[in-house]
């Protein structure tokens, strides 16, 4: 309405002066129009980047051209894409394509991985271009090749050959091994391995092998030190590695722990460096889950004989679990880590078997598992229905709320045993020796003290742990 009426407003004074032409108020005026700017674009690859020879701060990712006179390009902002998936990472570049090399890298990295072979990804080129003020974008395409740098490593795992062995330093004995089984070592670089101490009480010695070159001292993928200085057994000092080129590499080395049955090695692939733990294995190691409530009931535990960091238990299991190295906390615990295997990774429970009751065996030099069910527990000896030569005997049915297993039978004289799944193996359970103190794996035999009808209780966790209450009826 505003305009409107400002235009009304000129026409009646345009009316008022008298002309009799108004040609020249008519007529339209008009600056000279400026010509268009063209703008172009052009983007090529730069040289192929080869990460462990670059030794400036920057690189050239791409080759950029602007077409125009007096054109001032700001930045240029490159897109890098994976070279599998949709993942991409944003890097801005200056007016020659130069980008930061410790940016480029590690977002070559997280789009290609560590594997040094030559790879080519794509980029997408948008440039900001200021002609006389303004702020014009442009868009190109190109490609970048580039190779990581990384050693090469082994596609099947390693081992350690050395003193740690027995007999020591047999180049072709892999029982001290660590296998890939499929995963990709440029994704999951850290290996470690668990070896028993020298028998002199010497330190450590060894060299790493590629088990995909067994026996082969020489393979360009064994692991190596530039010259032997040992570090220290703490598990926080670092060794470097070196690739052992033409079996020229030096032995790597760790002082000696007096007190150590084994050492824990870790390796960074990646890095090529390497730590070693002294292990003390403690007696006790504990068992907790849906059976223990996941801690209102007592941990369950499981013993190792021989303090070598191999455990046996005996348990009902009726769901998942875990292992733990103290009773009362879980600090340190061993979540699952594939099918027998247990590490400390705050990972998942381990998988519920069927419920029932089980030996359990904890090997912590290897961090595995294994579960064996038993069906049931017989009584052998002097007891009736017992077989003379001891290969049969009454069977014990497992009471859940009581946790022991128990039977009424009838005992005709003063030595008897108990045997999981009626076998005499260790693995199944094979207890003997005194009544407050039933050993699995003892040679004597039980003596009740009683003779007559009974009613006997076994209750069996590990070794030092174990007994048995005979009640007379």
């Not at 995963?183 to 470690?192: E, K, L």
């Not at 699952?336 to 359990?360: L, M, Q, R, S």
């Amino acid at each position: 309405m505003k305009k409107n009426i400002l235009a009304i407003g000129l026409a009646l004074a345009m009316t008022g002066c008298g002309s009799d032409t108004y040609e020249d108020w008519l007529s339209p005026q008009s600056s000279q129009q400026e010509a268009a700017k063209t703008i172009t674009l052009t983007v090529t690859p730069a040289q192929p980047i080869k990460f462990a020879e670059i030794t400036t701060d920057s690189v050239q990712l791409f080759v950029p051209k602007i077409t125009a006179s007096d054109a001032n390009v700001s930045n240029y902002t490159v897109v890098l894409h994976a070279v599998e998936g949709n993942a991409t990472k944003t890097l801005q570049a200056t007016e020659n394509g130069m980008v930061s090399k410790t940016e480029l890298e590690k977002a070559y990295y997280t789009l290609a991985g560590y594997r040094p072979i030559e790879r080519t990804i794509n980029l997408d080129i948008t440039a900001l271009t200021t002609v006389n003020g303004i702020n014009i974008k442009n868009v190109g395409n190109t490609t970048a090749t580039l190779t990581a740098n990384a050693p090469v490593l082994s596609a099947t795992g390693y081992y350690i050959v050395g003193n740690c062995q027995n007999p020591t330093w047999q180049n072709d004995d892999t029982s001290l091994k660590y296998e890939f089984n499929g995963t990709d070592p440029y994704s999951n670089s850290t290996i470690v391995f668990r070896v028993p101490a020298p028998t002199d009480g010497s330190g450590l010695a060894f060299k790493i092998f590629d088990l995909a070159a067994t026996g082969n001292k020489n393979a360009p993928t064994v692991l190596s030190c530039k010259e032997e200085k040992a570090i220290a057994a703490n598990g926080t000092e670092k060794g470097q590695l070196v690739d052992n080129t033409n079996g020229q590499g030096k032995n790597i080395t760790a002082q000696a722990e007096s007190s150590a049955k084994f050492y824990e090695i870790t390796v960074d692939l990646l890095a090529q460096t390497y730590t070693v733990k002294a292990l003390n294995f403690s007696a006790f190691i504990y068992e907790r889950g849906t059976n223990t409530s996941w801690g209102d009931k007592p941990a369950c535990p499981l013993y190792s004989t021989a303090s070598d960091g191999k455990y046996q238990g005996f348990m009902y299991l009726n769901g998942e679990f875990k292992f733990m190295p103290n009773a009362n906390n879980w600090d340190g615990d061993w979540e699952n880590d594939g099918d027998g295997k247990i590490a400390d990774n705050g990972g998942a429970n381990n998988p519920a078997p069927e419920t029932g009751f089980y030996a359990v065996n904890v090997d912590l030099t290897t961090m595995t598992y294994s579960l064996k069910k038993i069906d049931f527990i017989d009584i052998v000896g002097n007891v009736k229905g017992g077989a003379s030569d001891w290969s049969s005997g009454p069977h014990m049915t497992y009471n859940v709320a009581e946790q022991c297993w128990e039977a009424d039978v009838n005992l005709t004289g003063s030595q008897i045993k108990f045997r999981g799944n009626g076998n005499w193996s260790d693995d199944d359970g094979n207890w003997g020796g005194e009544v407050n103190n039933i050993l699995n794996g003892s040679s004597e035999n039980v003596h009740p003290g009683i003779t007559g009808d009974v009613h006997i209780k076994l209750y069996v966790s590990c070794n030092t742990k174990s007994r048995v209450v005979i009640t007379k009826k």
